[in-house]
């Protein structure tokens, strides 16, 4: 039996059904979070390690769980030309192309300057947030595509004043699984390992293994489903699920239809979380009770 994820709903503003997203924004007062009282998150981390200190185990399952901040990249050039042409055209023909004679997209859109201050933005709200005892994330994963790493730079990759994550702690791990809906749209084929090699530099960014040279998924003639991109996203969950003691908050700094997959994959409705925005989530995962014997890997990725 596989894992089954599911949320645990009234923390946050961004789980009203009715709620719309361009309304509450995509930094609101608290990362959303319904307590506005000064102890709010230490409530919540207090609620959280009450969860997993308690033992739910029925008929050979036990339930584990974390709190993921899903942040996803601020404003790329791929973002100011589907505005320029519209959802329609875009889709019909310019996500094709690499740009025009204005802008260029693809592959592997950098971002605006609008997308890099919406990443200090979002550190900011962490900075924020600090004194009131946000958890910071114990574990950061990231999309290989440069928009998205740009912005972890921005918010949790810079030093000296204004940094929310110590120095040496500063550390996000790059997973295929984490990138944006591909196929098609040339602002979603990523460059070589090599070319990223050369900007993102070890220690601070590490590949998976196994990451390849060449984008081995990108196709200039097929679009990936929304039911795949739930798939890889179960996969991410089933890697952040793995370590059942540590890693309790994670981030993912990932896409808009990664995320809407990651929702998916816990049973929530597709969230239109708008560009440079964090979204709060507590995951619940119940599987299989482990053998404390084992070694296996709970994750069908290879790490």
């Not at 979603?188 to 196994?210: C, G, M, N, Q, V």
Request: net charge negative; hydrophobic share 30%; proline share 7%.
């Amino acid at each position: 039996m596989s894992a089954h994820y599911s949320t645990i709903q009234g923390l946050f503003v961004q789980e009203d059904p009715n709620v719309v997203p361009s309304v509450v924004g995509a930094l609101p007062p608290r990362f959303g979070l319904l307590d506005e009282s000064p102890e709010r998150w230490h409530n919540l981390c207090s609620k959280l390690k009450q969860l997993n200190d308690r033992i739910e185990e029925e008929d050979g399952l036990e339930s584990h769980y974390k709190l993921f901040f899903l942040g996803r990249h601020g404003q790329g050039y791929h973002n100011v030309a589907e505005a320029k042409y519209g959802t329609e055209a875009w889709d019909d023909y310019w996500s094709k192309l690499n740009g025009d004679e204005e802008l260029t997209w693809g592959p592997d859109p950098l971002l605006t300057p609008l997308g890099q201050t919406q990443g200090e933005e979002a550190r900011v709200t962490w900075k924020e947030e600090l004194q009131y005892g946000i958890p910071v994330p114990d574990r950061f994963l990231s999309s290989p595509l440069k928009r998205a790493l740009d912005t972890w730079t921005a918010t949790f990759g810079k030093d000296g004043e204004g940094e929310v994550v110590d120095k040496g702690k500063k550390k996000v791990l790059i997973l295929e699984d984490c990138r944006e809906e591909y196929g098609i749209h040339t602002c979603d084929r990523r460059l070589t390992l090599s070319a990223l090699t050369k900007i993102y530099t070890e220690p601070t960014y590490t590949f998976e293994p196994h990451f390849s040279e060449e984008d081995p998924l990108w196709d200039p003639d097929v679009r990936e489903t929304k039911s795949h991109i739930a798939q890889r996203a179960r996969a991410v969950l089933d890697f952040a699920f793995e370590s059942r003691e540590t890693s309790i908050v994670v981030s993912i700094t990932a896409h808009g239809g990664f995320i809407n997959g990651f929702l998916s994959a816990v049973g929530r409705p597709i969230y239109a979380l708008p560009t440079g925005g964090v979204l709060p989530v507590v995951v619940k995962c119940t599987r299989p009770k482990s053998d404390p014997h084992s070694n296996s890997k709970v994750s069908s990725l290879e790490y």
